[in-house]
């Protein structure tokens, strides 16, 4: 399996991670490559163009960072990130669904504040600033369910997140006001596979 991924991308990063905590890193093919290049090998992969991007041994292509775990988790040997089934299953899908939400929130405003100077919109940092403010108390509120969960993917994600936060809008603060969340991350932020996959 060939596994498209950029060093800095916190999407990629997750399923880097997931690869890393079922212990199958030698089963995955890693390919370190530049989305923002129009590579052709990628957007062959997958029309979007973006990272991550999965080609499978069979020779068939999957994008979008949820779904490659979802795959990875159930073909891949190690213990199960995801539960098959069942209210587990769904506490898992809700944490993953928010730290998505967050990423998408963070790394647009990134994206934004990149962009040349006469066409940046300081609306639409805002308005992902402000998507990430209410993110995170619903992530403090969830913080008995990150405990519960015991770094499944939903945690595996949500922290993929707030490291991002870390990374990149470091000006943030994130840990204010969210004691119970900043407790969770303190607690697994050395995993070694957060550690292996650590952007900086
Ligand atoms: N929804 C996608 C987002 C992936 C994504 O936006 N990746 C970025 C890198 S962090 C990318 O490849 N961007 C290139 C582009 O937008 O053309 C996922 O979850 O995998």
Not at 8 to 15: D, F, H, I, L, M
Not at 127 to 146: F, V
Request: with cysteine; aromatic share 8%; net charge neutral.
């Amino acid at each position: 399996m060939k596994l498209y991924i950029a060093k800095t991308s916190p999407y990629a990063r997750k399923v880097l991670a997931l690869v890393q905590e079922k212990q199958a890193a030698t089963l995955v093919e890693v390919v370190i490559i530049d989305p923002w290049s129009d590579p052709a090998e990628l957007q062959a992969a997958v029309p979007s163009g973006k990272v991550p991007a999965l080609v499978t041994d069979e020779g068939w292509c999957l994008g979008e960072s949820w779904a490659i775990a979802d795959y990875l988790d159930t073909v891949l040997p190690g213990r199960r990130l995801m539960p098959a089934a069942g209210p587990e299953r769904w506490r898992s899908l809700r944490l993953s669904a928010l730290a998505q939400g967050l990423l998408d929130a963070a790394f647009s405003a990134v994206v934004e504040g990149r962009r040349p100077a006469g066409e940046r919109s300081p609306g639409w940092v805002t308005r992902q600033k402000a998507a990430i403010a209410r993110t995170l108390p619903t992530l403090e509120a969830a913080a008995a369910d990150l405990v519960a969960e015991d770094f499944g993917l939903g945690g595996l994600s949500v922290a993929c997140a707030l490291d991002y936060l870390d990374f990149r809008h470091g000006d943030l603060d994130w840990r204010a006001g969210h004691p119970g969340l900043a407790e969770w991350f303190a607690g697994v932020i050395g995993r070694p596979s957060l550690r292996a996959t650590n952007p900086r």
